[in-house]
């Protein structure tokens, strides 16, 4: 079982920064693929960005290639997704998930096995 528990959101201007932290439980976080998705008022949850429990390859949305970076820190059982140059599109509750020894198809909600509860991401004009 693993419990994650995102924290970082807020409120902030077109063009500014947030950097959202993601903390899980347990003692096998390392063995996990860890991914970053968002859910705007009236849409589908889609996809933002994951890491390989490996920790080498990386994967992004189109629309969030070179603003946004996933990074994790095994000692701290903690991923993190740093969002520069943010636009109003970019308001969203973005929720951290969990993929047990995933390798592909990380993009996909339904492959994931844990999720966090989300943490809302305004971006004002």
């Known amino acids: 079982q693993v419990q994650l528990v995102e924290s970082g959101g807020g409120l902030v201007q077109a063009g500014g920064s947030l950097r959202l932290s993601c903390a899980a439980s347990?003692?096998?976080?390392?063995?996990?693929?860890m991914g970053w998705f968002r859910q705007a008022p009236g849409k589908e949850r889609e996809f933002v960005a994951a890491?390989?429990?490996?920790?080498?390859?990386?994967y992004y949305a189109d629309s969030v290639k070179g603003r946004f970076t996933i990074a994790r820190d095994n000692a701290k059982n903690t991923v993190y997704l740093q969002m520069n140059s943010l636009k109003p599109e970019d308001t969203a509750v973005y929720y951290c998930?969990?993929?047990?020894?995933?390798?592909?198809?990380?993009?996909?909600?339904?492959?994931?096995?844990?999720w966090g509860q989300g943490t809302q991401v305004t971006v004002s004009s």
């Open positions: 998930a969990a993929s047990y020894l995933s390798n592909y198809g990380l993009e996909s909600t339904g492959k994931y096995d844990y």
């Open positions: 890491k390989r429990w490996s920790g080498v390859i990386t």
């Open positions: 347990g003692r096998t976080f390392s063995s996990y693929s």
